[in-house]
Nanobody, 124 residues
Framework: QVQLVESGGGLVQAGGSLRLSCAASGSIFSINTMGWYRQAPGKQRELVAT???????NYADYVKGRFTISRDNAKNTVYLQMNSLKPEDTGVYYC??????????????????WGQGTQVTVSS
């Protein structure tokens, strides 16, 4: 079983910064794409940024130039540096990862996992 645990959320004023972390743990064989999604009150969950195992990054238009996604493969951790935060960035941020895990009696299993989310609140 694989678990994703997010941290780093909190309260910040508009224009401030936060750094989110997501650590994957469990019977991991390899990790492919890792990314961040968010869900604002009354809205659907949306993509924020992703990072492939080869280092290719993808960002939503509304965060380009402000957010940076990075990862430490040795620690199975992905980060999201958020600068110039706006009130509309408020929401629950979720970590997502495509993981190849080891089965108890041999073989592997590829599955998409989600973290529990971390709250980010930006005040005006």
């Amino acid at each position: 079983q694989v678990q994703l645990v997010e941290s780093g959320g909190g309260l910040v004023q508009a224009g401030g910064s936060l750094r989110l972390s997501c650590a994957a743990s469990g019977s991991i064989f390899s990790i492919n794409t890792m990314g961040w999604y968010r869900q604002a009150p009354g809205k659907q969950r949306e993509l924020v940024a992703t990072s492939s195992s080869g280092g290719i990054t993808n960002y939503a238009d509304y965060v380009k130039g402000r957010f940076t996604i990075s990862r430490d493969n040795a620690k199975n951790t992905v980060y999201l540096q958020m600068n110039s935060l706006k009130p509309e960035d408020t929401g629950v941020y979720y970590c997502n990862s495509a993981v190849v895990s080891k089965r108890p009696f041999g073989g592997t299993d590829r599955r998409n996992y989600w973290g529990q989310g971390t709250q980010v609140t930006v005040s005006s």
